[in-house]
Nanobody, 115 residues
Framework: QVQLVESGGGLAQVGESLRLSCAAS????????MAWYRQAPGKQRDWIAR???????QYADSVKGRFTISRNNIKNTVYLQMSSLQPEDTALYYC?????????WGQGIQVTVSS
């Protein structure tokens, strides 16, 4: 089993930046896509960013141009650099790894943007 541990969340003011990290608890064989999702209170969990094995990235329109996903394959870690944060970015953020041995989710980390 692989545990994903997220860090870097917290409270930010409008316009500020935060960087989330998500690391696997152990080495995972082969390369695999990594993604970030978020779930605002009372809403469904939505996909927001993805990075494939070649480093190709995709973003939801809601975060395009403000958020950047990246990965460190040696550390089995994915990052989400969030800039120009807005109150509507307030949510629980989850990472997901789609590996050959299974799909794994992080436990979720809170990001709150205050105006």
């Amino acid at each position: 089993q692989v545990q994903l541990v997220e860090s870097g969340g917290g409270l930010a003011q409008v316009g500020e930046s935060l960087r989330l990290s998500c690391a696997a608890s152990r080495s995972v064989p082969s390369m695999y896509p990594m993604a970030w999702y978020r779930q605002a209170p009372g809403k469904q969990r939505d996909w927001i960013a993805r990075i494939d094995v070649n480093g190709l990235t995709q973003y939801a329109d809601s975060v395009k141009g403000r958020f950047t996903i990246s990965r460190n394959n040696i550390k089995n870690t994915v990052y989400l650099q969030m800039s120009s944060l807005q109150p509507e970015d307030t949510a629980l953020y989850y990472c997901k790894f789609d590996t050959k041995i299974g799909t794994f989710w992080g436990q979720g980390i809170q990001v709150t943007v205050s105006s």
